[in-house]
């Protein structure tokens, strides 16, 4: 009797546990967006109740609104997010906004809501690499990743393969850094990863590991680049 009485106390510390890990925010409407008065109520969000917007007011500031600029580390408040109901739009300029790791645990975009038919818009940033390396699913909405001229990686994402539906679903990825200037600055894929391409640098960016190759690789190329 002791022992059930037990188990279910301990039961009860897990569902508390497990309830206390996840937590729903609202998102913002539009033409809202992400800046120092509200970005505090984002700590902790596992899951966002409608859309994100990052924008270069974001990082610079309102003096209309009399709003500060945020340093992009500051959007380390998202880290836990794994769930975006709505959309996600990422339209800002800082020397230290070079990657979307911020969002590394998002696992889902459901575009129950879209801007303009898109569900992911990522435009005139400057990203160097995304780094959304939990993403899996894109349920609704377009994705336009267009005119991010330091973003190297994403030419290596099939993004049809994160469509729900993807018939309805189209992704529109141009007019950010060539190709051709990426592999020549070395801007490419760990050769442990997969076809399926990577999200930025190294083995820990692949969408998909190969496993055919071991963690040398990496070390012999991270070395060589060293001394060159």
Same mark, same amino acid.
């Not at 377009?142 to 001229?149: F, R, Y």
């Given at each position: 009797?002791?022992?059930?009485?037990?188990?279910?106390?301990?039961?009860?510390?897990?569902?508390?546990?497990?309830?206390?890990?996840?937590?729903?925010?609202?998102?913002?409407?539009?033409?809202?967006?992400?800046?120092? %008065?509200? #970005? !505090?109520?984002?700590?902790?969000? @596992?899951?966002? $109740?409608?859309?994100?917007? &990052?924008?270069?007011?974001?990082?610079?500031?309102?003096?209309?609104?009399?709003?500060?600029?945020?340093?992009?580390?500051?959007?380390?408040?998202?880290?836990?997010?794994?769930?975006?109901?709505?959309?996600?739009?990422?339209?800002?300029?800082?020397?230290?906004?070079?990657?979307?790791?911020?969002?590394? %645990?998002? #696992? !889902?975009?459901?575009?129950?809501? @879209?801007?303009? $038919?898109?569900?992911?818009? &990522?435009?005139?940033?400057?990203?160097?690499?995304?780094?959304?390396?939990?993403?899996?699913?894109?349920?609704?909405?377009?994705?336009?990743?267009?005119?991010?001229?330091?973003?190297?990686?994403?030419?290596?994402?099939?993004?049809?393969?994160?469509?729900?539906?993807?018939?309805?679903?189209?992704?529109?990825?141009?007019?950010?850094?060539?190709?051709?200037?990426?592999?020549?600055?070395?801007?490419?894929?760990?050769?442990?990863?997969?076809?399926?391409?990577?999200?930025?640098?190294?083995?820990?960016?692949?969408?998909?590991?190969?496993?055919?190759?071991?963690?040398?690789?990496?070390?012999?190329?991270?070395?060589?680049?060293?001394?060159?």
């Amino acid at each position: 009797m002791k022992s059930d009485f037990l188990i279910f106390l301990g039961c009860l510390c897990c569902v508390s546990h497990a309830a206390r890990r996840r937590r729903v925010c609202p998102g913002l409407r539009d033409p809202d967006y992400v800046n120092y %008065s509200n #970005i !505090r109520r984002f700590r902790g969000c @596992t899951k966002i $109740n409608g859309n994100i917007i &990052i924008t270069d007011a974001t990082f610079h500031g309102d003096p209309y609104l009399n709003l500060m600029g945020l340093h992009p580390d500051a959007l380390r408040v998202f880290e836990n997010v794994q769930d975006i109901t709505g959309f996600l739009v990422v339209q800002g300029k800082h020397t230290d906004f070079t990657n979307l790791s911020y969002f590394k %645990s998002l #696992i !889902r975009i459901r575009g129950k809501k @879209t801007l303009m $038919n898109n569900s992911l818009t &990522i435009a005139f940033t400057s990203l160097k690499y995304l780094g959304m390396t939990s993403l899996k699913t894109i349920q609704r909405g377009n994705v336009a990743i267009v005119s991010n001229k330091d973003l190297c990686y994403v030419d290596s994402i099939d993004f049809r393969k994160y469509f729900r539906r993807s018939r309805r679903q189209k992704a529109i990825v141009k007019r950010n850094k060539s190709v051709l200037n990426c592999v020549s600055e070395k801007a490419v894929c760990s050769l442990r990863c997969s076809t399926d391409g990577c999200w930025g640098p190294g083995y820990k960016n692949c969408v998909k590991k190969d496993t055919r190759f071991s963690n040398l690789i990496d070390d012999m190329l991270q070395t060589q680049s060293l001394y060159t």
